[in-house]
């Protein structure tokens, strides 16, 4: 049974940083592409970030420069670090690996 247990949410406010987690289990992470969602209030899910196998990573523009996501496939697990935090990526963030959702960790910034 695949499991992903996202944490590290928090509430923080304008410009601060937080690093997300997401540990997997019950899947061999090694042969995945893992991403990141999001969902804020009111507002369907966004995609965040991605990486693939092949080592590329993609990011939604409104977070290009802000946000970091790393893999540690010996540990099953991926991050998210988030840098200069905005009101507006106050969100749900889930964690994906097809077909599979964490239950989200919650982020919170304020002005």
């Known amino acids: 049974q695949v499991q992903l247990v996202e944490s590290g949410g928090g509430s923080v406010q304008t410009g601060g940083s937080l690093r997300l987690s997401c540990t997997a289990s019950g899947i061999d992470f090694t042969v995945k592409n893992v991403n990141w969602y999001r969902q804020a209030p009111g507002k369907g899910r966004e995609f965040v970030a991605g990486?693939?196998?092949?080592?590329?990573?993609t990011y939604v523009d409104s977070v290009k420069g802000r946000f970091t996501i790393s893999r540690d496939n010996a540990k099953n697990m991926v991050y998210l670090q988030m840098d200069n935090l905005k009101p507006d990526d106050t969100a749900m963030y889930y964690c994906?690996?097809?077909?599979?959702w964490g239950q989200g960790t919650e982020v919170t910034v304020s002005s």
């Open positions: 990486s693939a196998l092949d080592g590329t990573v």
């Open positions: 994906r690996v097809n077909p599979s």
